[in-house]
């Protein structure tokens, strides 16, 4: 069977050629034998018995090769879906040498690539003041403002803190509990709900 390749965009389509044509003639008919009463049973054997390369030998002799026979016309292909687009950022790009496993191309590293990304573009309050969060232990009133109201250590996406100062302010807030200038089950007591009585 004859088929194109054709390559678009990364794929490869294979297809039969539906335009190729190939000429046959009909067969020519072998010449009826008249029956006469005195011809040999042998002759009308061999005539009627001829083979099919005679037969196909006599059609073909005079006319050209299969191959030059095939028309290929690659305008008349066409494609009935366009080439499949693929998303730059769902792309992953590598260095040379580099290792990887089949968990960079799955969709929960993408998400925590983004997520990551995200949070680096929230601009860290303590990069932003130069300050070390390390040194607030003493300071539950600040250090209030990073817990929730039943003593929580809030989470990165809340604080807005880079990786490395996240790390620190939870090791203050774990300093000014030990300590006891920090509660473990709620906020400094300034940002207590107050009671008029």
């Known amino acids: 069977m004859l088929s194109s390749i054709v390559r678009t965009s990364g794929r490869i389509i294979v297809r039969p050629l539906s335009t190729s044509t190939i000429k ?24 009627q018995a001829q083979s099919w390369n005679d037969v196909y030998a006599e059609v073909f002799l005079g006319t050209k090769s299969h191959e030059d026979e095939v028309v290929y016309k690659p305008s008349s292909i066409k494609e009935e879906e366009p080439p499949a687009e693929i998303n730059p950022s769902l792309g992953r790009r590598f260095q040379h040498g580099q290792t990887y496993n089949p968990f960079h191309f799955s969709m929960d590293r993408l998400h925590m690539e983004r997520s990551q990304r995200r949070i680096a573009e929230i601009e860290d309050p303590f990069e932003r003041c130069g300050m070390n969060p390390r040194n607030l232990y003493m300071m539950p009133e600040v250090l209030s403002k990073f817990i929730s109201e039943t003593g929580q250590i809030l989470p990165r996406s809340k604080t807005g803190c880079s990786a490395k100062n996240q790390k620190l302010l939870s090791n203050a807030i774990k300093t000014a509990r030990a300590i006891g200038v920090l509660s473990s089950v709620h906020r400094h007591h300034r940002f207590m709900p107050q009671r008029n009585f």
């Not at 034998?33 to 011809?39: G, H, K, L, S, W």
């Open 24 to 47: 046959f003639q009909k067969p020519v008919e072998p010449a009826a034998v008249p029956e006469t009463p005195n011809a040999a049973p042998e002759e009308s054997i061999n005539v």
